[in-house]
């Protein structure tokens, strides 16, 4: 079989940091990631079962650990050499399947739990179904791996064949297109953000980035939160027409936060240039971009005891948190998903929400760009310069390839 395989070869990672220091992105030619012909998984068990990926996103943590900006902090939940890719829409084949050819589409849920990794009793985040607080992602039948796509027992979508458990795949109904579908992993870690925002009715939020975590975010802050003023920050013309479409209220420019949230939220400003700072500010900030410039956006954004959500994977930033000290704002953090609490207070799994919410706004239209394996440099190019480019998600297209290796 065929898969872009990363592995842990310190050299090449060394090169990928230094040209993606110049060009985002370009660690895919020099880095260690390459195409390769590999052995198929080996299933780990019973309940394990081999999927044939279609569609497989390109995402935001994908570029940073192909460029080499990823963070120790995965050190110890990651395994080498793994094929990256957990983003997926996949066909899964076999006589209980239940479909009519023996074979029927899946979403995949890349969280490895303990139901996964065969632990039982599960731990307590696990049994209370938030399966990204999983307190075992090192242990069980399988090798670390915080999810597929980063464990080297599974495979990943970046590839033409993988493994999955049973419990990690969600059927694609039949109106579904491939492109809506592989929307959902990414959907339902938006969900999962907006419901973690703490949103109450009539508050102001402010959603800083626009691209797919961003534009995601606020699809799901309109679906099921009930924010008064809804406001996205976003760079790029194309950005900003379907932050729009998505259902924020307010879209400004970067650079007209401070000036647009005072006006919105009737706050006075203290100080000038850089260490500007309101009086007031937004109930909640959302940080879907990850990096210092955008958390230090977010201090000064928030009303004294607001609430500021880092749903962009932020690394290691330099940051003053004084304003976090002195203005007694909440700082929290919204990883992956699980299971949801509802504002009428029922229980609800967050996949089964963000296939609701992608269907509902229409978000396989998305997709921008689809590439074969071969094409992975210029595939993970574009994915780096998505916004510049009038892009959203790019994903790597394995159907026509999975003909072409049989």
């Given at each position: 079989?065929?898969?872009?395989?990363?592995?842990?070869?310190?050299?090449?990672?060394?090169?990928?940091?230094?040209?993606?220091?110049?060009?985002?992105?370009?660690?895919?030619?020099?880095?260690p990631?390459?195409l390769?012909?590999?052995?198929p998984?080996?299933?780990?068990?019973p309940?394990?079962?081999?999927?044939?990926p279609?569609?497989?996103?390109?995402?935001g943590?994908d570029?940073?650990?192909?460029?080499?900006?990823?963070?120790?902090?995965?050190?110890?939940?990651?395994?080498?050499?793994f094929v990256?890719?957990?983003?997926v829409v996949?066909?899964r084949?076999?006589?209980?399947?239940?479909?009519?050819d023996?074979?029927?589409r899946?979403?995949?849920?890349?969280?490895l739990g303990?139901?996964?990794?065969?632990?039982?009793?599960?731990?307590?985040?696990?049994a209370?179904?938030?399966?990204?607080?999983c307190?075992?992602?090192?242990?069980?039948?399988?090798?670390?791996g915080?999810q597929?796509?980063?464990?080297?027992?599974?495979?990943?979508?970046?590839?033409?064949?993988m493994?999955?458990?049973r419990?990690q795949?969600h059927?694609?109904?039949?109106?579904l297109?491939?492109?809506?579908?592989?929307?959902?992993?990414?959907?339902?870690?938006?969900?999962?953000?907006?419901?973690?925002a703490?949103?109450?009715?009539?508050?102001?939020?402010v959603?800083?980035?626009?691209?797919t975590l961003?534009?995601?975010?606020l699809?799901?802050?309109?679906?099921?939160?009930d924010?008064?003023?809804?406001?996205?920050?976003?760079?790029?013309?194309?950005?900003?027409?379907l932050?729009?479409?998505?259902?924020?209220?307010?879209?400004?420019?970067?650079g007209?936060?401070r000036?647009?949230?005072?006006?919105?939220?009737?706050?006075?400003a203290?100080?000038?240039?850089?260490?500007?700072?309101?009086?007031?500010?937004?109930?909640?900030?959302?940080?879907?971009?990850?990096?210092?410039?955008?958390?230090?956006?977010a201090l000064?954004?928030?009303?004294?005891?607001?609430?500021?959500l880092l749903?962009?994977?932020?690394?290691?930033?330099?940051?003053?948190?004084?304003g976090?000290w002195?203005?007694?704002?909440?700082?929290?953090?919204?990883?992956?998903?699980?299971?949801?609490?509802?504002?009428?207070?029922?229980?609800r799994?967050t996949?089964?929400?963000?296939?609701e919410?992608?269907?509902?706004?229409?978000?396989?239209?998305?997709?921008?760009?689809?590439?074969?394996l071969?094409?992975?440099?210029?595939a993970?190019?574009h994915?780096?310069?998505?916004?510049?480019r009038?892009?959203?998600k790019?994903?790597?297209d394995l159907?026509?390839?999975?003909?072409?290796?049989r």
């Amino acid at each position: 079989m065929k898969a872009l395989l990363f592995r842990r070869k310190p050299a090449r990672y060394a090169a990928a940091v230094v040209a993606a220091s110049v060009v985002p992105g370009s660690g895919a030619r020099v880095g260690p990631l390459a195409l390769e012909d590999v052995d198929p998984p080996e299933l780990p068990g019973p309940d394990w079962v081999p999927i044939k990926p279609r569609l497989a996103g390109i995402c935001g943590s994908d570029l940073s650990t192909i460029d080499g900006h990823s963070s120790r902090y995965f050190e110890p939940i990651v395994s080498f050499p793994f094929v990256p890719g957990h983003e997926v829409v996949a066909d899964r084949a076999g006589p209980d399947d239940g479909a009519p050819d023996g074979s029927h589409r899946v979403v995949l849920e890349p969280v490895l739990g303990c139901v996964a990794r065969g632990i039982d009793p599960p731990c307590g985040a696990c049994a209370r179904g938030d399966l990204g607080s999983c307190e075992r992602i090192s242990f069980g039948d399988i090798e670390p791996g915080l999810q597929t796509g980063f464990c080297c027992d599974t495979g990943g979508g970046w590839s033409t064949a993988m493994i999955a458990h049973r419990s990690q795949l969600h059927e694609v109904p039949a109106a579904l297109s491939d492109e809506a579908a592989v929307m959902v992993e990414p959907t339902a870690c938006a969900v999962h953000a907006a419901l973690a925002a703490g949103v109450e009715s009539g508050q102001t939020v402010v959603v800083l980035g626009s691209g797919t975590l961003g534009l995601l975010t606020l699809a799901a802050l309109r679906r099921y939160t009930d924010p008064g003023t809804l406001a996205a920050v976003a760079k790029h013309p194309e950005q900003r027409r379907l932050a729009r479409e998505l259902g924020a209220d307010v879209v400004l420019e970067p650079g007209e936060e401070r000036r647009v949230v005072r006006r919105l939220t009737n706050s006075l400003a203290i100080g000038d240039g850089p260490i500007t700072r309101l009086t007031g500010g937004a109930d909640v900030v959302v940080d879907c971009v990850g990096t210092e410039a955008a958390l230090a956006d977010a201090l000064a954004l928030a009303r004294p005891r607001g609430r500021i959500l880092l749903v962009g994977m932020p690394g290691r930033v330099s940051v003053d948190l004084t304003g976090l000290w002195q203005r007694e704002l909440q700082l929290v953090g919204a990883y992956a998903y699980g299971t949801e609490t509802l504002a009428d207070g029922t229980r609800r799994r967050t996949f089964d929400l963000a296939f609701e919410l992608v269907e509902a706004a229409d978000l396989g239209r998305l997709v921008s760009a689809t590439y074969p394996l071969a094409r992975y440099r210029a595939a993970i190019a574009h994915a780096a310069a998505a916004g510049s480019r009038g892009a959203v998600k790019i994903a790597f297209d394995l159907r026509n390839e999975r003909e072409r290796t049989r």
